[in-house]
RNA sequence: GGACGGGUGGGUGAGUGGCUAAAACCAGCAGACUGUAAAUCUGCCGCUCCUUGCGGGCUACGGAGGUUCGAAUCCUCCCCCGUCCA
């Protein structure tokens, strides 16, 4: 690779650095990029994800979208999966010891991750890592060295273990271990910057306290902001259900992201869309001063972030879809179908039940007295209500805004 | 190993023999109002059956037994967590 591939620093600089939260240390990422240039060997970056859950969602986007700004700029994006810490899991953020992974379902996951991450990343560019490469056959004497290159009382400064401790709560002693062993994965790669959320600071500076211990240069740490999660409050997890999966229909995810709070809005622009700081802020101002409609503004956001998964046209039409069930409350264009026997006496709740997979009859009496419900587009709050479908023919049964479906009665 | 404290519904957490499907708060759901936003207000918030009733049945307070007409509450054993001592 030519040394005329890499942008001036500065350019470089500030497109890097573009809505991330600390760099450690700025003018150390400055001077491994004035050397990437010269030589003409580019940085390699890495972000380490433990493949905990089948999904991802947004709030992992904001750091692999970094991830793709370094790639962008010519440098060389190593997504590393952590098949092997995964199986001890990062205490990060947790406030107790988490249930260990099985080898099947981290093998599993990190399948469906990898698919997931080239919907941002660049295939052909991206190198592809597994920590159990070294981990797994990591003899124990260098486990046993490799702690004595780190105190206890710095692990324990950690929030995480320290809140931990204040409130009586169980810490294992495996998961002291997790810095040290992701650690490994730096010295491993000999990387010259690691990507991390914010609440992963602490990881990110052991290891690079630990590639000094092993004569390596330390590597600069760039962090990226939690993501907010739709309800405006938590961090976007999918435990919280607060989470917009990057797989989700066009459609679903167009209406999520218009559910957020107008609050919420900036930080998603600033994180999950490439306008420049300096856009988001005039947005901003204009919506403030009314010359932009908060409404207008968030279906801009929503648009943006559906292309980005689905490509243009299908997000023109979840929002065309949006703007008719939710903004006019009619029926949706496309309705699932479910077929019935003829019958001349269906209690309502029961087709309730059908309309929402997993509801309770409990539930869906609940559901019809609080006028919920509504059949061929009156409602009808009596719990009691039995419906005669003999005749053949299609019905429409809404529940709430959120479903409707179209009830089939089929011919003898 | 010893002494002591603790384990309650998705979360926090009250409840020390019947009035407790279990306070309160949070989260969640539905309705009203809107811009499917937020805020606010109202209601709901274990499952099931029906004749939808302040209805019947079942399940639930770490686990298993027991005492009792009746147990989240008392007893026994077990499991788990923490604190202090070593």
């Not at 899991?89 to 990190?110: F, I, K, M």
Request: aromatic content about 6%.
């Amino acid at each position: 690779m030519a040394a005329a591939a890499f942008k001036p620093i500065d350019e470089q600089l500030a497109y890097l650095k573009k809505g991330s939260a600390e760099i450690i240390r700025e003018d150390e990422l400055k001077q491994k990029l004035e050397n990437a240039a010269k030589t003409g060997k580019p940085l390699r970056v890495y972000l380490g994800v433990d493949p905990t859950a089948p999904d991802i969602h947004l709030g992992h986007t904001v750091v692999l979208r970094k991830l793709k700004h370094f790639q962008d700029m010519g440098h060389t994006a190593i997504f590393l999966i952590g098949d092997f810490s995964a199986m001890i899991g990062d205490p990060t953020g947790v406030s107790e010891t988490r249930p260990p992974l099985t080898r099947e379902q981290v093998d599993a996951n990190a399948r469906t991750y990898l698919a997931q991450v080239y919907k941002i990343l660049d295939k052909e560019k991206t190198e592809v890592r597994y920590n159990s490469e070294w981990l797994e056959k990591m003899p124990s004497q260098d486990i046993v060295r490799l702690c004595g290159h780190y105190r206890l009382a710095r692990m324990l400064e950690r929030e995480d273990f320290r809140s931990r401790l204040e409130n009586n709560h169980p810490i294992s002693v495996h998961e002291l271990l997790y810095p040290l062993l992701t650690a490994c994965d730096a010295v491993a790669l000999k990387s010259d910057v690691e990507l991390g959320a914010t609440e992963q600071k602490f990881n990110l500076l052991v290891h690079r306290d630990i590639q000094r211990e092993y004569g390596l240069p330390s590597q600069a740490i760039l962090t990226m902001p939690i993501l907010v999660g739709l309800d405006g409050e938590r961090k976007m997890s999918k435990s919280l259900g607060n989470y917009v999966g990057i797989t989700e229909a066009p459609g679903e995810m167009f209406g999520k992201l218009m559910s957020i709070s107008d609050q919420t809005m900036w930080p998603y622009y600033e994180l999950l869309t490439d306008f420049s700081s300096r856009d988001i802020a005039r947005m901003r101002e204009e919506v403030r001063t009314g010359a932009l409609h908060p409404k207008k503004a968030k279906m801009e956001l929503a648009h943006v972030i559906v292309t980005q998964f689905h490509g243009e046209e299908a997000a023109r039409r979840a929002a065309a879809e949006w703007d008719l069930v939710f903004s006019k409350r009619q029926l949706p264009s496309e309705m699932a179908v479910v077929p019935l026997e003829p019958a001349a006496k269906v209690k309502l709740s029961t087709l309730v039940g059908l309309a929402q997979a997993g509801t309770s009859r409990a539930s869906a009496e609940r559901l019809i007295k609080q006028g919920a419900v509504e059949w061929d587009g009156a409602r009808i709050d009596e719990v009691t209500r039995v419906l005669d479908l003999t005749e053949p023919g299609d019905h429409t049964l809404r529940v709430g805004k959120k479903t409707a479906i179209t009830i089939r009665v089929e011919k003898k």
